[in-house]
């Protein structure tokens, strides 16, 4: 596609529910980046995948989250048990990671959850 | 945590004004880049400067990068209403997933 695509644009759930975000990223980008931003704030990293290598899961706040990519394209963050704390909205990128290359980062215009 | 900050956290001008944003960081760094942010949705990508370079231009866009004090400067000269929004820099310090601070939210009154 012509961009990164995420869905959905915004989410409401209740407290203890499990929720699915989905990332579509730009065909051939091997990167996807997982982000989550609170209100005001800046980025804060949650997971990357790159190709087929094992994902770097270090930014995952807690258990509840995880996140996979299937068949090396969309990718899917799914927050089991809900709580209030994550409601943000999460951001999704991806980029070419070349070897060697500058790392520039494409985003998509992100889901934003609301847990109630 | 974030690694370094953006300053100001809020910014008023005037149409036509400069607008300066600074980013400082901590670590090392392969490169720094720019983005921003229209109404909390998605960022673009607006300049990357490379940890071996000073200073770098795109439009009415000029970065530059310090590296002995660890910061970078973003200028936006002759801005316009249409350039408010929220400017982030991103570190990339080798980890690929790049380090974001808690941004600049520029207001151009017009």
């Known amino acids: 596609g012509a961009g990164v695509s995420q869905s959905p644009s915004n989410k409401v759930t209740e407290k203890g529910k499990d929720v699915e975000l989905r990332c579509d990223p730009i065909?051939?980008?091997?990167?996807l980046y997982w982000y989550r931003q609170s209100l005001g704030q800046g980025l804060e990293f949650l997971i990357y995948?790159?190709?087929?290598?094992?994902?770097?899961k270090s930014g995952l706040p807690s258990d509840r989250f995880s996140a996979e990519r299937t068949g090396g394209s969309v990718s899917t963050l799914t927050i089991q048990r809900t709580q209030q704390e994550d409601s943000a909205v999460y951001l999704c990128a991806s980029s070419l990671a070349l070897a060697g290359s500058y790392n520039e980062q494409f985003f998509g215009p992100g889901t934003r959850l609301t847990v109630l | 945590s974030q690694q370094g900050e953006e300053d100001p956290q809020a910014l008023s001008i005037q149409e036509g004004e400069n607008a300066t944003m600074n980013c400082s960081y901590k670590t090392s760094i392969n490169n720094l880049q720019w983005y921003r942010q229209n109404s909390g949705r998605g960022l673009v990508h607006l300049i990357l400067i490379r940890s071996n370079e000073r200073e770098k231009h795109s439009g009415r866009l000029r970065v530059t990068l310090d590296t002995s004090k660890k910061s970078s400067s973003l200028l936006i000269t002759a801005s316009r209403a249409a350039d408010t929004a929220s400017y982030f820099c991103?570190?990339?310090?080798?980890?690929?997933?790049?380090?974001f601070g808690s941004g600049t939210r520029l207001q151009v009154q017009p």
């Open positions: 995948f790159q190709g087929n290598s094992a994902p770097d």
């Open positions: 065909s051939g980008h091997t990167a």
């Open positions: 991103a570190r990339d310090t080798g980890r690929r997933a790049l380090t």
